[in-house]
Every structure is written in structure tokens, then in C-alpha cells.
């Protein structure tokens, strides 16, 4: 083990000979390797262990590993080309640096600068007042509720510099502006405030985007339950069998047109003999003489049997006439009443799509209104913002006028699609106020101001 023996006399007051403890550090660099080389900053100073092969120790300092260097008050080099400086400080990991009071560089390569800071992974810095570097080749200001700021940093140029506020700022009113735009309804964004939009849908107001298709989805909603619940169409009432026959051109009453129905009279028969007189208990006689009134006996009626089909209008008719008649009438019946069927339920499917075509234009229409209403709404708010512009571009040159006649100005304004003009005019009163007066224009929109002011 070798000492360097300073040739100084003068004792050192601890840690304030900073520029000679520099130079024995320079000079132990630029010394031949070799084990356990320690220097003694004074008489009677303590001597640093230096056991290591080619390490450093100046002070009340330890290097114990391959070419590691401790230099000051306590401090410990414990891994290969590791360097502890200061008061404190320890450098255990691999080509470590430990700088200033209490640093701890524990990470393979990792670096420790100012007060009480922490590099504890591979490749991390940790720098300032107890910093902790706590990930691999990360740098750390600070620690977990200890954040510090890092103040002057100037603008990044390249994709991997670090952004400042000013950048992030910039780059935020770029974003929101456009986010305003691309909302419309007088949407903007203006130093990080952002201020909602205004849809009118149906002479409501709504603030956001999907608000405003809300009430879009319950109009919608509402016209499809009008539609179903008006339900199906009441059918005309159709004609009677009678009614039918009368336009296909009988003529004649309803009871002419039931006698039509009955077959035509069949020829009469032979003469039968004439029965003997009598007045038996099974005969038959008329009510009267003028033989126009006969009555059969019996509580249940009398039935007649066997007789024949009538041919003439007064003939009896019998129950296979009667039978064919219903049938003849059932069957028109019938007939006539699926003919109504068939053009009722035609008229219905059409007046139905009729209904339901005004119905589907209706709801195109009231699209159509919703757009025009949208489309609208953003030109009156391009106007307006360009007639703000015209105005302000109007004030400026309005003001500060000297001329004792006042002065014109006149400004333009543009936004989106839509231009604006402005024109005012602006003079001095006296030597303390000052009047002004302006208009601005744009399509069918206009706009105008007036205003005094005096010095105190």
C-alpha cells in the first residue's frame, strides 16, 4: 500500500479545500495502477483504505473494489470502476458515480448527483434533492411527492426532445380550436377553455353532440309511433245483393228482385176427377163461398206432401224449390259480396301506400329541415365571426385619431366561407375623450356599435 503525503503544513478545514482535494484527485488518475494508493490531506488526518487493486481512498474514505476511487468524508467505492465524491456518498454498483452528501448509485452504471439522491437501477441518473431513479436508464428530478420542476428548457426540435409548456400549450388551442371547428354550432376553444355548442333542434337548445341526436332519434321515434298507431284503414261499406243488381241495371223493388230469383212456372197437370160431396171428418173445405179463404186443421200446422213445382206466380211452391231458390240467392250473394271483398280490400292497399308515401316525404322533408337548419346555423356563425374580425381590424385603424375631422376606417373579415366589411369612423373630443361609431355586414347579417370615452 502507498500513501501520497501532501507537502502542505496547513491543517484542512474539512471539506472546504475542494481545489486541492481536485488536484490529489487528478494525480491519483494520472498515477500508475496499483494496489491500495491512499492519500492523507493533512498531519494527523485520517488516511483512506484503499485494498482494492489499482483503487484511490484520499480522506476518511474506503475503496475496496478494481480501480474504484473514494475521495472525501465517509465515502464508500464498493464495485469495480466505481467513484464515490463528496460526503457520504456510496457507489456499489458497477462503474457507478456517486457525487455530493448522502448519494447512493446502487445500478450497474448508474449515477447519483446533489443531496440524499438515489440511481438504484441499470443505467439510471438520479440528480437533485433526493431524487430516486427507481427504473432501468431512466432520470429522475425528484421522487413520489417529491416532484421538482425542470424551469428554462427550451423548445424540442427533434421527435425525441422533451416538450416545454410553452410547445404543449401551443399545440393544445391547435387541437381544441379544431375540435371547436369540426363541432360548429359556436363551438370554440380560447386559452384552454372550451365553450359548448348550441344545436337547435325544434326550438330546443342542446349543448353536445350527442344530446343533439337525441332529440333528432326522439323525433324520429315519435313520428314511427304516429304511423303505428293510426293502424289499419276502415274499408267503405259494400252494396247489398239488391244495390248490385240495380247497377248492373234491374229494375224494379227489392221484393220485384227476390220474385226474380224463383224459377219460371212449370206446365200444369191432368185434370183429376172430381172427389164425391161430402163433409167427412178428413175433408176439405173453403171458409167461405167465394173460395178464397181455406184453413187446415191440426195444433201443429198441416203438412202437404207431394207437391209439385209451381209455375205460376200464384203456385205453392215446395221445399226443393225453395232450396234451389236460397241456393241461386246464397251463390249471387256470394259472388257479389267477394267482388265488393277484393275491390275494398284494393282501394285499402292503395289509399295505404298512398298514406305511407306522404308519410315517408314527410320524414324526407323534415331531414331535409334538419340539415338546412344545421347548414344554416354554421353560416350565420361564420358571419358573425367574420364581422368580429371586420370590426376589429375596423377599431384598430379607427383609433388614435388626430385629425381635428375625425377619421374612416374600414376592415374586412373572413371565416370559413363567409367575408364581412366594416365600416366606422372615429374622432377625438376635446383633448380628454374620444367618440366612435362603426357598422359591419355580411349577407343578411349586420351588425352595429357606438362608443365615448374620457381620460380622469
Known sequence: MHMIQPHSTSRWAGYGRTVAMLSLLVASVHAPAMAGTTCQPSEGAATGSAPGLGAFACGSSTATAFASQAFGFLNTASADNASAFGIR??????????????NTASGARSSAFGFESRALNTGSTAIGYQAIADRDYSVAVGSGGNEHQIIHLADGTEATDAVNLRQMRAADDELGAGIAAWLGGGA???GGVFTAPVYVIQSSNYNNVGAAFGAVDAALTDINQ????????????????????????????????LGSLQGPVGPGGPQGPEGPAGGGPRSVVYDNDGRDVLTLAGENGTTIANVADGVAATDAVNVRQMQAGDAATLASASTYTDTVAVQTLQSANEYTDSRFAAWDAQLDSIQRGIDDRFHQQDRRIDRQGAMGSAMLNMAINAAGSQSARGRIAVGAGFQGSEQALSIGYGRKLGTRGSFSLGGAFSGSEKSAGIGFGMDL
Open 188 to 190: 370554440a376553444y380560447a
Open 89 to 102: 456518498n456510496t457507489a456499489s454498483g458497477v462503474e457507478s458515480s456517486a457525487f455530493g452528501h448522502g
Open 226 to 257: 304516429r304511423i303505428v298507431d293510426a293502424g289499419g284503414i276502415q274499408g267503405e261499406r259494400g252494396d247489398s245483393a239488391y244495390e248490385v243488381a240495380v247497377r248492373n241495371g234491374f229494375a224494379g223493388t227489392e221484393a220485384d228482385w
